[in-house]
């Protein structure tokens, strides 16, 4: 027994239309599929892939709009205090930050690190304006720009001149970190006029000394590097 699809009029079996609203009676274990147009396409098609251009145009861009706008608002509107600053520096360091990753991917890396150090002081200095002296700026914030700017420099020097093996750069980011937070430390005590002595670095300093002489210990032998290798896959 079967039904019309359009009417619902019960059909024979003999008919082929149906009586009532001569819709054709079509029974679905005969239709064959070879014309069937299938519900998604066949070319695999590709969206286009954004170019560094691009995106280097639409940062640029945000960022200097940003900081315009900012600036006139301060300007023109709300004009206690130099406020627009903080906003103009921090467009400007993640403008010199995105430049080797969308403006220009071939820079060399010394060159990143420097204008990234010369753009945070840049903005350090932008904030000194906006405090009572600019002592703070010249005896602490740069002497440890130019120290955090130094330190990442020798790493990149050591990483690209010397060894890039898993545990060399293990043992290059340890020393840095030592050099940073003894440096650190005594800078601070250099601008509150305190006798100079390693505290917290010291702990830093220690932990660090004791990685870097089992990584120089690794390092040294063969057999024990190549386990260390083995076991992480490296």
Avoid at 21 to 47: D, R, Y
Avoid at 90 to 106: E, N, Q
Avoid at 159 to 185: D, N, T
Wanted: charged residues 15%; proline residues 4%; hydrophobic residues 50%.
């Amino acid at each position: 027994m079967s039904y019309c699809v359009n009417c619902g009029v019960e059909l024979e079996a003999s008919l082929e239309r149906c009586p009532l609203c001569n819709t054709p009676v079509i029974n679905p274990n005969e239709v064959t599929h070879t014309n069937a147009v299938p519900p998604f396409p066949k070319e695999k098609g590709q969206v286009e892939v954004v170019k560094s251009k691009d995106l280097a145009l639409l940062l640029s861009i945000s960022l200097t709009a940003t900081a315009v706008v900012c600036g006139s608002l301060n300007l023109l509107v709300f004009s206690q205090s130099a406020w627009s600053l903080y906003v103009i520096g921090a467009c400007l360091v993640l403008w010199v930050l995105a430049i080797p990753a969308v403006i220009y991917t071939r820079l060399p890396i010394y060159f990143c690190l420097l204008f990234d150090g010369l753009s945070i002081g840049l903005y350090q200095y932008l904030i000194s304006f906006n405090t009572k002296s600019h002592v703070w700026f010249y005896e602490l914030a740069m002497p440890l720009t130019l120290l955090a700017t130094a330190i990442a420099l020798l790493f990149a020097l050591l990483y690209k001149k010397v060894s890039r093996s898993f545990l060399m750069i293990g043992l290059y980011f340890f020393s840095c970190l030592a050099l940073l937070c003894a440096g650190i430390e005594l800078l601070i005590e250099r601008f509150f006029e305190t006798p100079f002595r390693l505290t917290w670095s010291a702990i830093v300093l220690s932990i660090c000394v004791v990685i870097d002489i089992a990584l120089i210990t690794i390092l040294s032998r063969a057999r024990l590097r190549n386990a260390v290798r083995r076991r992480l896959h490296f």
